[in-house]
């Protein structure tokens, strides 16, 4: 295994030929901090008397790096670092998954927990931002690596989360059995059972029917509401989706049940392509067996790059940051983009589109499904009562829709983009709450 943390320069290195490059590209190479500034920055001028309090958006509240020890089964130890940041806690407890990559960086998740803070206030759910992640490929690892690595990062995390101080849940590469392992880690360590500690757990753990798959129902939520303004109709329509995980599954799998044809679905494995529409249940199987999309027999395969001229009028980014740039942005066929992942789009690639006419379904709101439902988690963990999953589904379409109706009539009002529009509702609340609280002491 390589040094686990080993610092690469990540996303936001300067390059020594930076600054020859032309404005729209250094733009591309913010980083994702450096995108989230840039996205705040645009909404300043509608914050009104608030935009006072716009500093307090530009930099976390608190951030914690911390080295996370194991010992692996080869009886060497490695050293993985781990991060855990509140960016904002002024409407509530912070809130936001943790994720194990490799490429993790300090700044990746201070923009992550960033975004949190706005899309927890644009679905109006009563938290802050928060974000943490581990520097490490998971796949590198046995279970019980896994398992060691999850529960010191917990302890190590553990002086600032708690069930009213900051709730992680899942993200990218983390799940369930994850949660499982972080409620008993904290629970152990307070000597009670917390389940409100984290969410995204198991069921039998205190966890929530529909919550697997809420981020995947919110993105067709909102994707359905939005293709009615534009006049796309979702039966008829083409969608390729980047990333078949928790996200981009869920929300192929109900586009698919709603008539439309998944075209193209691209993973960290390969590209694949089906004019006809690919069999969601099959190629679900398939990925469950050998790991990837790629090698599904009834698909052609496509060169990697070529998946963004691929012709279809909905495209759903659901894997990393920064996937949509300047450079491909010009290429995209769809007239929509719902965005499942957080980041997937740049400043200047959002530009481009919108200049091109594409409607982009930005992830403060496109993605706030998965919180929301965490939120319903949350809740039901207090009170020790259950809801049925239709009543928790049924709830979560009411707060996605009515969010992405009023976050629609500020983009119209104020003719701005969707982003800039869900900026200005997150914002506004987040900052008037500051305003309200006041300065301590
Ligand atoms: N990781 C998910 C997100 O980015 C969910 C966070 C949560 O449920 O707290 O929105």
């Known amino acids: 295994m390589s040094h686990p943390i080993a610092h690469t320069p990540g996303r936001i290195a300067e390059s020594p030929t930076e600054h020859a490059l032309p404005s729209y590209l250094q733009s591309d190479n913010l980083g994702p901090w450096g995108i989230y500034l840039q996205q705040v920055d645009r909404v300043i001028p509608y914050l009104g008397h608030l935009s006072r309090w716009a500093e307090t958006l530009k930099r976390p509240k608190r951030a914690l790096i911390v080295d996370v020890p194991i010992q692996l089964d080869n009886g060497t130890v490695a050293h993985f670092e781990g991060y855990r940041v509140q960016h904002n806690t002024s409407r509530g407890p912070g809130k936001g998954g943790v994720r194990f990559h490799q490429d993790v960086t300090l700044s990746e998740v201070m923009a992550l927990s960033a975004w949190m803070s706005i899309k927890n206030a644009a679905v109006n759910v009563p938290y802050g931002g928060a974000k943490g992640g581990i520097r490490v490929d998971p796949k590198k690892l046995s279970l019980g690596e896994l398992e060691r690595m999850t529960r010191r990062y917990t302890s190590e995390i553990g002086i600032i989360i708690g069930p009213t101080k900051d709730i992680p849940a899942p993200d990218v590469n983390t799940n369930e059995q994850i949660m499982a392992w972080m409620m008993d880690t904290y629970s152990m360590n307070e000597g009670a059972t917390a389940t409100g500690v984290v969410t995204g757990k198991p069921v039998d753990l205190g966890g929530s029917l529909g919550r697997r798959d809420a981020t995947g129902r919110g ?223």
């Open 219 to 441: 993105v067709f939520t909102v994707g359905v509401e939005a293709a009615q303004h534009i006049g796309l109709d979702i039966a008829s329509s083409r969608v390729a989706v980047q990333g078949f995980g928790n996200v981009g599954s869920v929300a192929a799998r109900l586009f698919a049940q709603a008539g439309a044809r998944i075209v193209a679905v691209q993973d960290h494995g390969g590209t694949i392509f089906r004019e006809a529409g690919l069999d969601i249940p099959a190629l679900l199987a398939h990925v469950a067996a050998s790991g990837s999309v790629a090698g599904f027999a009834q698909a052609e395969s496509l060169a990697n790059d070529q998946f963004w001229d691929v012709d279809c009028d909905i495209l759903i980014p659901a894997a990393l940051e920064q996937q949509i740039t300047a450079l491909n942005a010009g290429r995209i066929k769809a007239r929509m983009v719902i965005e499942g992942a957080n980041g997937p789009t740049t400043p200047a690639a959002d530009d481009i589109l919108q200049d091109r006419n594409v409607l982009v379904l930005p992830d403060v709101i496109a993605n706030a499904g998965g919180v929301t439902v965490s939120y319903f988690e949350w809740v039901q963990d207090f009170s020790s009562y259950f809801w049925s999953e239709d009543e928790i589904n049924a709830r979560l379409v009411r707060i996605m829709k009515e969010a992405f109706a009023s976050v629609w009539e500020v983009a119209r009002d104020k003719k701005v983009s969707l982003r800039t529009a869900t900026f200005i509702v997150g914002c506004t609340r987040i900052l008037h709450a500051r305003e309200l609280r006041g300065l301590y002491p």
